[in-house]
């Protein structure tokens, strides 16, 4: 089992920055990629950014592209941060960081990550 706790979120102006934490703890061995998804209120839950462990490699929703980055450490630690730049009020949600064993690919599918915080709330005011 692995548990994702996220820090970080908070009350932001539009235009501010906000970086988010993930850590996980547990049976993070066969952990490979990790992300963030976030649901706003009255909205499905979405993607948001995600990265491979081992390569480094990212993903991005498009309309966060140039503005958040996704980024680990080197560390036998499986932790995650998420730098938020510019944030628009569009980007108040609940955001949750998640991991996944699968091996492959990074995903944009809620569906292939086992595992989820509990979320942390960010919001953006205009």
């Known amino acids: 089992q692995v548990q994702v706790l996220e820090s970080g979120g908070g009350v932001v102006q539009a235009g501010d920055s906000l970086s988010l934490s993930c850590a996980t703890s547990?049976?993070?061995?066969?952990?490979?990629?990790m992300g963030w998804f976030r649901q706003a209120p009255g909205k499905e839950r979405e993607f948001v950014a995600a990265i491979d462990l081992t390569s480094r490699l990212t993903s991005y929703k498009d309309s966060v592209k140039g503005r958040f980055t996704i980024a680990t450490r080197e560390s036998t630690e499986k932790t995650v941060f998420l730098q938020m730049n510019n944030l628009k009020s569009g980007d108040t949600a609940t955001y949750y960081c998640?991991?996944?064993?699968?091996?492959?690919?990074?995903?944009?599918?809620?569906?292939?990550?086992?595992?989820w915080g509990q979320g942390t709330q960010v919001t953006v005011s205009s």
């Open positions: 547990g049976r993070t061995n066969n952990v490979f990629s």
């Open positions: 998640v991991a996944s064993t699968r091996w492959g690919a990074i995903s944009q599918d809620s569906t292939e990550y086992e595992y």
